[in-house]
């Protein structure tokens, strides 16, 4: 099995709605099909990289070359693990735990998005939820990142709700302007003051020394 020469495929996170996982190729297809149909309102762009401004073929081709890059690039000190959440046995979107020196500074980063019909249930907030507590119960990280635009209420409103605190600006140039981000951190006390979302997480033992712990 593949999850023998590479444990990350056995980790799964549950919510109450969700189960997220590191796609198999079945599953990153429907990932990459998700991303082709929209993810987001064209008349905005809530990324720093403008990789939805492209056609929908390339769109989904940039879905996959994403997940590979991570998978072969990966190191203890260097990851990005990027998992699909799966609601009523159907992708609806993909959220992202990453870190740099982990094993060090304690600290990740997230990033997620959804397919547009699936925008307004609720799963953002799950699946920020699921990878918190991989980070923070799992793995023992003391902090977590996360930026958007300021345009970006849903986004920021996850944040929110669960818990972080604004942490300055950056600028950016997207299609040709600048434009300025809110950074955002939660450390361990205000992510155990804001956990309200059950999660449970599995086959986290064998991945340990992956993620540099």
């Not at 495929?9 to 996982?21: A, D, K, N, Y």
């Given at each position: 099995?593949?999850?023998?020469?590479?444990?990350?495929?056995?980790?799964?996170?549950?919510?109450?709605?969700?189960?997220?996982?590191?796609?198999?190729?079945?599953?990153?297809?429907?990932?990459?099909?998700?991303?082709k149909g929209g993810v987001h309102d064209p008349a905005?762009?809530?990324?720093?990289?403008?990789?939805?401004?492209?056609?929908?073929?390339?769109?989904?081709?940039?879905?996959?070359?994403?997940?590979?890059?991570?998978?072969?690039?990966?190191?203890?000190?260097?990851?990005?693990?990027?998992?699909?959440?799966?609601?009523?046995?159907?992708?609806?979107?993909?959220?992202?735990?990453?870190?740099?020196?982990?094993?060090?500074?304690?600290?990740?980063?997230?990033?997620?998005?959804?397919?547009?019909?699936?925008?307004?249930?609720?799963?953002?907030?799950?699946?920020?939820?699921?990878?918190?507590?991989?980070?923070?119960?799992?793995?023992?990280?003391?902090?977590?990142?996360?930026?958007?635009?300021?345009?970006?209420?849903?986004?920021y409103g996850v944040s929110r709700k669960l818990g972080?605190?604004?942490?300055?600006?950056?600028?950016?140039?997207?299609?040709?302007?600048?434009?300025?981000?809110?950074?955002?951190?939660?450390?361990?006390?205000?992510?155990?003051?804001?956990?309200?979302?059950?999660?449970?997480?599995?086959?986290?033992?064998?991945?340990?020394?992956?993620?540099?712990?």
């Amino acid at each position: 099995m593949i999850a023998d020469q590479w444990p990350l495929f056995g980790l799964v996170l549950r919510t109450p709605r969700l189960e997220l996982r590191l796609p198999d190729l079945e599953r990153l297809a429907e990932l990459a099909e998700l991303a082709k149909g929209g993810v987001h309102d064209p008349a905005v762009q809530p990324f720093v990289a403008e990789w939805t401004d492209a056609t929908p073929e390339r769109v989904a081709a940039s879905v996959l070359q994403w997940s590979w890059n991570n998978w072969a690039r990966w190191q203890p000190e260097s990851w990005s693990l990027g998992l699909v959440a799966i609601a009523g046995g159907r992708v609806v979107g993909t959220q992202s735990v990453e870190a740099n020196r982990f094993a060090g500074l304690r600290e990740v980063g997230t990033g997620s998005w959804l397919g547009r019909a699936e925008h307004g249930r609720g799963y953002g907030t799950e699946m920020r939820a699921a990878v918190l507590e991989l980070a923070f119960t799992g793995l023992g990280a003391q902090f977590a990142t996360s930026e958007a635009f300021e345009d970006n209420h849903a986004s920021y409103g996850v944040s929110r709700k669960l818990g972080y605190a604004d942490d300055g600006i950056s600028r950016h140039v997207v299609r040709g302007a600048p434009l300025v981000s809110r950074r955002l951190r939660l450390d361990r006390a205000g992510w155990e003051k804001a956990r309200t979302i059950p999660v449970t997480i599995e086959g986290l033992d064998g991945c340990m020394g992956m993620f540099g712990v």
